[in-house]
């Protein structure tokens, strides 16, 4: 859930949204190359028709906030991320089309306890 319910983005002035053609030219601060992050945020800014420039490569998100705040430049965060850079002064916008990372669940083999058999059951009915 998040902290405050409610995305990050949620109840400021400014519009809530920033579509990725818009981000043309604009100087980005990122993690690793490499990284899954990384790789979705590059081929959706490529799918866009989006050519914009890493200036900073870090993969500390305190490091990256503060250089938002900073103004060396933009940075794509996942929401719970993005909850504390706007708690330390940071801008937030939603990005459109939204960008979504897949994850998979891994296990072990064989007998579980109940403890991860409980927590397996759960993530499966969440569906």
């Known amino acids: 859930m998040r902290p405050s319910g409610r995305a990050p983005w949620e109840g400021a002035d400014l519009p ?75 801008v937030v916008r939603r990005v459109v089309p939204a960008l979504r990372l897949p994850y998979g669940l891994v296990h072990r083999s064989g007998e579980l306890s109940a403890t991860a058999r409980a927590f397996i059951d759960h993530v499966l009915r969440q569906g």
């Open 16 to 90: 809530a949204a920033v579509h990725l053609a818009d981000l043309a030219g604009v100087d980005l601060l990122g993690v690793p190359r490499g990284s899954a992050s990384r790789l979705l945020v590059e081929s959706a800014l490529r799918a866009a028709g989006v050519r914009t420039r890493i200036v900073v490569e870090s993969g500390q998100r305190d490091l990256i906030t503060e250089l938002v705040i900073a103004g060396v430049g933009a940075a794509f965060m996942p929401d719970v991320a993005a909850h504390e850079a706007v708690a330390r002064g940071a």
